[in-house]
Nanobody
Framework: QVHLGESGGGLVQAGDSLKLSCAAS????????MGWFRQAPGKEREFVAA???????YYTDSVKGRFTISRDNVKSTVYLQMNNLEPDDTAVYYC????????????????WGQGTQVTVSS
């Protein structure tokens, strides 16, 4: 059974940093593409970043230069380092996993975590 567990969310001020973690189990992590998505209040869930099994990374434009996705295949964990946070980054952040080709598309990800809340005050 696949399980994804996010941690690291919290309440911070604008300009602060947070590092989210997502520990995975029940899958061959080193061959799995991982993504981070977020859902702000009243909005649809959106793509944030992805890293494929070859460590190629992708970002949505609004986080480029501020967020960094990385993975540790030994720990079966994917990370999202978030720097210079802005109030618009406030959302529930979800990690997700998919086999096959990497993707920015939510519907292509098969496995999802429960999410972790990130709140950025101005």
């Amino acid at each position: 059974q696949v399980h994804l567990g996010e941690s690291g969310g919290g309440l911070v001020q604008a300009g602060d940093s947070l590092k989210l973690s997502c520990a995975a189990s029940g899958l061959t992590f080193s061959l799995t593409n991982m993504g981070w998505f977020r859902q702000a209040p009243g909005k649809e869930r959106e793509f944030v970043a992805a890293i494929n099994w070859g460590r190629v990374t992708y970002y949505t434009d609004s986080v480029k230069g501020r967020f960094t996705i990385s993975r540790d295949n030994v720990k079966s964990t994917v990370y999202l380092q978030m720097n210079n946070l802005e109030p618009d980054d406030t959302a529930v952040y979800y990690c997700a996993a998919k086999d096959g080709l990497d993707s920015r598309l939510e519907y292509e990800y098969k496995y999802w975590g429960q999410g972790t809340q990130v709140t950025v005050s101005s």
